[in-house]
C-alpha cells in the first residue's frame, strides 16, 4: 500500500526549532513532486511548501519564507520540513503529501499528519 | 486572484442530493480537486480534474466545472459522507497551491 508516515512534531517555544520528517513506502518517491500542508486548530488546510522530485524547485507560502525550509533525500525516501523562528500561529497538524503532475495537478497521497504545538 | 471560496455549512438530508460550490480566478486556468477531511483523520483525495475519481472513492461522487466555479456533486448522500470538503488548484501563476476554506457537510 501507497504511505505517506509524518513525524518530528511536538511542543516548542515561540521562536524555537523544529524538524518535520515524512518517510514515503511502496511507491518511487523520486518521481514525484512533495508537499507540506497544514491545518492549524479549528482551521481549514492550508498550502505550507512544495519540493521538486530532485529538489531543484522549492516553494513556500508568503507567511513561512524565510523561516520554513523543505528538503528531500530520494536515497531514504524521506521528505522534511525544518521550522526555525516558530511563532504560536505556527500550531497545526502537518501533512506531507504526494503531488501528481501530468496533465493535472492535484495531491493523491497524504500522511496521517504531525502536530505541531508551538505554546510558551 | 489566489483566493477560492467556499460556503462555510451545507446539510442534506439522507439519500438526497447535495452540491458543494468552490469559486475563484485561479479555476479558469486549473481545475479544481476536492478532498474530505473528518475530524482526527488524513484528508482523503475524492476527485479531481475533468471528473474524475480517486481510487476507491465511490461513483455517487461527481464533479461540475463552469467558468471559475467547480462543484463537487454528491448523488445520494450518505451519513458517512459527513465531513468537511476542500477545494484545492494551482494558483493562477502555477507557483503556489491554494485551498478553499471548506464546507463542513452535515448529513441529516
Known amino acids: 500500500e501507497v504511505q505517506l508516515l509524518e513525524s518530528g512534531g511536538g511542543v516548542v517555544q515561540p521562536g524555537g526549532s523544529l524538524r518535520l520528517s515524512c518517510v514515503a513506502s511502496?511507491?518511487?518517491?523520486?518521481?514525484?513532486?512533495m508537499t507540506w500542508v497544514r491545518q492549524a486548530p479549528g482551521g481549514g488546510l492550508e498550502w505550507v511548501a512544495s519540493?521538486?522530485?530532485?529538489?531543484?524547485?522549492?516553494t513556500y507560502v508568503d507567511s513561512v519564507k524565510g523561516r520554513f525550509t523543505i528538503s528531500r533525500d530520494n536515497t531514504k525516501k524521506s521528505l522534511y520540513l525544518q521550522m526555525d523562528s516558530l511563532r504560536v500561529e505556527d500550531t497545526a497538524v502537518f501533512y506531507c503529501?504526494?503531488?501528481?503532475?501530468?496533465?493535472?495537478?492535484?495531491?493523491?497521497?497524504w500522511g496521517k499528519g504531525t502536530t505541531v504545538i508551538v505554546s510558551s | 486572484s489566489s483566493e477560492l471560496t467556499q460556503d462555510p455549512a451545507i446539510s442534506v438530508a439522507l439519500g438526497q442530493t447535495v452540491r458543494i460550490t468552490c469559486q475563484g480566478d485561479?479555476?479558469?486556468?486549473?481545475?479544481g480537486n476536492w478532498y474530505q477531511k473528518k475530524p482526527g483523520q488524513a484528508p482523503v483525495f475524492v476527485i479531481f480534474?475533468?471528473?474524475i475519481r480517486a481510487s476507491g472513492i465511490p461513483d455517487r461522487f461527481s464533479v461540475s466545472t463552469s467558468g471559475d466555479t467547480t462543484s463537487l456533486i454528491i448523488t445520494g448522500a450518505q451519513a458517512e459522507d459527513e465531513a468537511d470538503y476542500y477545494c484545492?488548484?494551482?494558483?493562477?501563476?502555477?507557483?503556489?497551491?491554494?485551498f478553499g476554506g471548506g464546507t463542513k457537510l452535515t448529513v441529516l
Open positions: 511502496q511507491f518511487t518517491f523520486s518521481n514525484y513532486w
Open positions: 485561479s479555476l479558469r486556468s486549473y481545475y
Open positions: 484545492n488548484s494551482r494558483d493562477s501563476t502555477n507557483s503556489h497551491w491554494v
Open positions: 519540493i521538486k522530485h530532485d529538489g531543484s524547485e522549492k
Open positions: 480534474g475533468k471528473n
Open positions: 503529501a504526494r503531488e501528481a503532475r501530468t496533465h493535472y495537478y492535484y495531491m493523491d497521497v
